[in-house]
């Protein structure tokens, strides 16, 4: 029995908190044509340029970090205090989430996002399923924002918990406790 496209749409959300790009949904075998139809009869929201979230599916606690990486576009990624909001290190709540990509983005994006230029080879990891600058680097990039007593602490807990390796540890403790 061929499944259903709403059913395939749904999968795929499941793993994207609760959204599904354009590009995704062709990969699996939708048509892109369909992603309009089904938002018409109220299967999707239309939440951004070829992004769209799947209905019936609850808001989780990082759905908007997601959100916002998939309205930048391929590529992009979470920087900064951003990143260690998401993991909840050094008590970071940015005001706006900083998304890094190294492709021009054209279209308009929520007032929510700050969109920063991103070299070409950044290092990314995914944390929580949302692709993000590497721990190491967003926590030496947030000083001068976040005071440097915190991103010691929360170099300590990264550390813990494993987010840290061996060689990034001394890295950032030779930064931030010298």
């Known amino acids: 029995m061929k499944q259903r496209y709403r059913d395939v749409l749904r999968e795929i959300a499941y793993d ?3 959204y599904v790009t354009v590009a995704d949904a062709v990969d699996a075998g939708v048509p892109a044509v369909e992603l309009p139809k089904l938002a018409a009869r109220g299967g999707l ?3 951004g340029y070829r992004l769209y979230r799947v209905s019936g599916i609850p808001p989780a606690v990082h759905d908007q ?3 916002a990486t998939l309205r930048a576009g391929g590529g992009s ?11 909840g290190l050094a008590d970071a709540n940015p005001r706006k989430i900083t998304v890094g990509t190294s492709q021009r983005i054209r279209r308009a994006l929520p007032s929510y996002i700050n969109l920063v230029r991103s070299p070409a080879d950044a290092r990314v990891s ?6 993000s600058q590497r721990v190491a680097e967003a926590l030496l990039e947030c000083r001068g924002k976040i005071p440097v007593s915190r991103l010691q602490n929360a ?3 990264a550390r813990a918990e494993g987010l840290l390796t061996t060689s990034e540890w001394r890295h950032v403790r030779k930064e931030l406790f010298t």
């Open 45 to 47: 929201e239309h939440s």
């Open 77 to 87: 990624h979470l920087r900064g205090e951003s990143v260690l909001a998401l993991l």
């Open 65 to 67: 970090f997601a959100e």
């Open 155 to 157: 170099a300590n807990q």
């Open 16 to 18: 994207n908190h609760g």
């Open 126 to 131: 995914s944390y929580h399923g949302i692709r």
